[in-house]
């Protein structure tokens, strides 16, 4: 039998910088039941709860939003409640009913405007990828540092499903930052947990903060400064991108590149071959 090979394994020194998906409104909605590799298409949601899921995700498009629906769950909780959070550059606001009826309550357009009736979440929650459904990394790196963090920060942490990178497990969300990371591991937990509880960004894992362009991701990884915002992009060509910040002692600017040669990863353990990718480097 042939050796199984595992993505995250093989590109371990890939950069990862200025990787994390753009989105606008993160809708996380807790599915308890089994999640199947396509968990959001493939479920068993009832056809008013999908509709209001689809109806809102259409909405905000339509607003010029760029929204990611997600499953979330807690395994070992059993709880008659139904968790939603929403995440928009306000901050996180959650809400949580009986089922999903509670749902028809709520338009996400709205949360957008104003939380109206969801709560403002402050502390904050994380949430890692754990469906080996889809890549077998997500379940083989992502439990672990599920179980770990559990340990540290009790029920403020989630699995969740297809966060995206599947090479860079474990991938852990956190919000309301919207920040992106990869590879964390298990001697490094102690450290990032006490970074994220103090509001700052973990840089030795930090892929990007969702809210930013892939170039400005990328910038501010590589400045790991935390005084820094309001980021401005430039394409100057060539690959070539300009990115200023605004700092409390003037606006600072970071040069970021695309590589010039494309190197050949697996993205996923189940492919079968690898595929170019151009990561970020210093400009």
């Not at 969801?118 to 502390?123: Q, T, Y």
């Not at 890549?135 to 340990?151: N, S």
């Not at 690959?239 to 606006?251: I, K």
């Amino acid at each position: 039998m042939a050796e199984r090979i595992f993505c995250c394994e093989q590109n371990a020194d890939e950069p990862m910088i200025g990787t994390a998906d753009r989105v606008d409104v993160w809708v996380l909605l807790e599915y308890k039941p089994t999640w199947k590799a396509k968990a959001l298409a493939d479920n068993s949601l009832d056809a008013d709860t999908r509709a209001w899921l689809d109806d809102n995700l259409a909405a905000l498009e339509n607003a010029g939003l760029k929204a990611r629906p997600q499953f979330i769950r807690r395994p070992e909780l059993d709880c008659d409640a139904t968790q939603l959070f929403v995440a928009t550059a306000q901050g996180l606001f959650g809400a949580a009913g009986v089922g999903y009826e509670f749902l028809q309550q709520i338009r996400l357009p709205d949360v957008v405007a104003g939380p109206g009736s969801l709560e403002r979440v402050e502390a904050p929650r994380y949430f890692v990828c754990t469906n080996g459904q889809r890549d077998v990394c997500c379940a083989r790196y992502g439990l672990p540092i599920y179980a770990g963090l559990r340990e540290r920060v009790g029920d403020r942490v989630w699995q969740i499903t297809h966060l995206g990178g599947h090479r860079f497990a474990p991938n852990v969300l956190v919000l309301p930052r919207g920040a992106l990371y990869g590879r964390l591991a298990e001697p490094g937990l102690d450290d990032f947990v006490a970074r994220t509880e103090a509001g700052e960004l973990a840089f030795d894992w930090l892929r990007g903060r969702s809210g930013l362009a892939p170039a400005a991701q990328a910038a501010e990884a590589l400045l790991r400064r935390p005084d820094l915002s309001s980021p401005r992009v430039v394409e100057a060509g060539d690959g070539l991108w300009e990115v200023t910040f605004d700092s409390p002692a003037g606006s600072v600017t970071c040069r970021v590149r695309r590589s010039a040669q494309p190197r050949a990863v697996l993205k996923s353990c189940a492919d079968e071959e690898p595929k170019p990718v151009t990561p970020f480097l210093p400009g």
